[in-house]
């Protein structure tokens, strides 16, 4: 059952990103810059259609290694994961659920990525400051993910050992 809910925080957060993706790279410069000296001056930089590519890229490849398991599992491809979660397990669930808000919550940081390099670039109409607490906050919530799948994995083979005496 909740992994139904993390399949849909998952799906809204593709949707996002590509809005994110699509909406900034429409209001970026042609010469994106990502070094900045004290004075403003732009230190290094990379073409447009390179954000555009190289984050659409990273897109892909985290959701594909992200997806990647609990596909595997919901489709029993993966006999070895499957028989560890069976269905009925409620562990399967969870295990389900945490895979797909994880990757709601990777998409969700290349949002905010996306939207930081809009916000260095685009000075004068938004100010990066004011999203500090979103870009420190990012980091604190998927490690924090990463901690809960350490507790979920420790709770079922605690339930194993438990169920084999």
Same mark, same amino acid.
């Given at each position: 059952?909740?992994?139904?809910?993390?399949?849909?925080?998952?799906?809204? !957060?593709?949707?996002?990103?590509?809005?994110? @993706?699509?909406?900034?790279?429409?209001?970026?410069?042609?010469?994106? +810059?990502?070094?900045?000296?004290?004075? +403003?001056?732009?230190?290094?930089? =990379?073409?447009? !259609?390179?954000?555009?590519?190289?984050?659409?890229?990273?897109?892909?490849? @985290?959701?594909?290694? $992200?997806?990647? $398991?609990?596909?595997?599992?919901?489709?029993?491809?993966?006999?070895? @994961?499957?028989?560890?979660?069976?269905?009925?397990?409620?562990?399967?669930?969870?295990?389900?659920?945490?895979?797909?808000?994880? +990757?709601?919550?990777?998409?969700?940081?290349?949002?905010?990525?996306?939207?930081?390099?809009?916000?260095?670039?685009?000075?004068?109409?938004?100010?990066? !400051?004011?999203?500090?607490?979103? =870009?420190? @906050?990012?980091?604190?919530?998927?490690?924090?993910?990463? +901690?809960?799948? =350490?507790?979920?994995?420790?709770?079922?083979?605690?339930? $194993?050992?438990?169920?084999?005496?």
């Amino acid at each position: 059952m909740y992994y139904r809910f993390g399949k849909v925080f998952y799906f809204f !957060s593709v949707l996002v990103f590509l809005f994110a @993706l699509l909406y900034f790279y429409a209001a970026l410069p042609e010469q994106i +810059g990502f070094r900045f000296d004290d004075q +403003g001056i732009l230190l290094r930089d =990379f073409a447009k !259609s390179t954000f555009f590519y190289g984050l659409a890229f990273g897109f892909l490849v @985290l959701n594909l290694v $992200t997806i990647y $398991t609990p596909k595997t599992l919901e489709t029993k491809a993966n006999r070895k @994961l499957h028989r560890l979660f069976p269905i009925g397990d409620p562990y399967r669930d969870y295990l389900l659920a945490w895979f797909y808000s994880f +990757g709601g919550w990777v998409n969700a940081s290349l949002s905010l990525a996306a939207l930081f390099v809009h916000a260095i670039n685009n000075q004068e109409v938004i100010s990066a !400051s004011a999203y500090n607490l979103w =870009f420190l @906050l990012m980091p604190v919530v998927l490690f924090v993910w990463v +901690g809960a799948l =350490f507790v979920l994995l420790f709770k079922k083979f605690k339930s $194993t050992q438990v169920g084999i005496n």
